[in-house]
């Protein structure tokens, strides 16, 4: 697979490209930038990062080592926003519904759900300056720079109280504990203020669901990724809230938290 990545990266092609034309012999030129960027990924270098590009939810994302890298996982956190759109009459466009996508790295969960939901309000926080240069180039390329407004904060800082239907986030989740269990080169390359929260894997999350509750209105969602390891933790952080659930991956593994804002406030 990264082979393939990377050879559609050198001739510069897709993949109906490539296959059409297996005859193709690669020019010097060609084969020095091959030989390169096989370089880069014996070291451990993502694909994703030689490339420059990642796909997420049918969407050609542009990446770099300022963001994490966007994965298919991720994509259940935009499912569970859409599944609860449509149950609530909001999706995809009955009225003006407000998202906040937190930590919003490439812009990944933003643009998808700008993508499904054209009428929606969007919205998308990083700390990284780096980081939102990315997403914006990205909302750029796929003609979304009007529908979505980027800000600069830590988590929801300086956002406006109640303002929000959903409050959706792939937050940091892995403790410095489990850095051993982690891949080497996720370690070494992906930023690691988006992999690792703390020693626990819950401080920004402790810190999100309370700024969550105060940025929804009345009857909002909160939708997080999280990790198996630590589900039943976010369970517990989330007792006050209602219709709390733990949603599974394709692996069994949990991998999204929902939970609802009391209409009482």
Avoid at 53 to 82: C, K, M, N, Y
Avoid at 132 to 138: F, G, I, S, T, W
Wanted: contains cysteine; negative net charge.
């Amino acid at each position: 697979m990264n082979a393939e990545l990377l050879i559609m990266f050198t001739l510069v092609c897709d993949r109906a490209h490539l296959y059409a034309h297996p005859e193709r012999e690669l020019t010097i030129h060609e084969t020095q930038r091959y030989d390169d960027a096989l370089a880069r990924r014996a070291t451990g270098t993502p694909a994703q990062y030689i490339t420059g590009h990642q796909e997420f939810w049918g969407l050609d994302l542009i990446v770099s080592p300022a963001v994490l890298i966007p994965r298919p996982e991720t994509e259940h956190v935009v499912e569970a926003v859409l599944e609860l759109a449509k149950a609530d009459g909001r999706g995809p466009s009955p009225h003006h519904l407000c998202i906040v996508d937190v930590g919003t790295g490439s812009g990944a969960i933003a643009l998808a759900l700008a993508k499904e939901l054209p009428s929606a309000e969007i919205h998308a926080t990083d700390i990284s300056l780096e980081a939102l240069e990315v997403a914006r180039a990205n909302a750029a390329r796929h003609g979304l720079t009007s529908r979505i407004e980027f800000h600069q904060a830590d988590l929801l800082d300086g956002l406006s109280p109640s303002s929000f239907d959903f409050v959706v986030s792939n937050p940091p989740y892995v403790g410095e504990s489990e850095e051993d269990s982690v891949q080497l080169e996720v370690r070494k390359f992906e930023p690691r203020n988006a992999v690792f929260a703390g020693p626990t894997g819950l401080e920004v999350i402790e810190r999100l669901i309370p700024q969550a509750h105060g940025a929804l209105r009345s009857g909002g969602w909160l939708v997080f990724e999280i990790s198996g390891t630590i589900a039943d933790r976010v369970r517990g952080l989330l007792a006050s809230w209602g219709e709390v659930e733990i949603r599974n991956d394709l692996q069994g593994i949990a991998r999204v938290a929902i939970a609802r804002k009391s209409t009482n406030g």
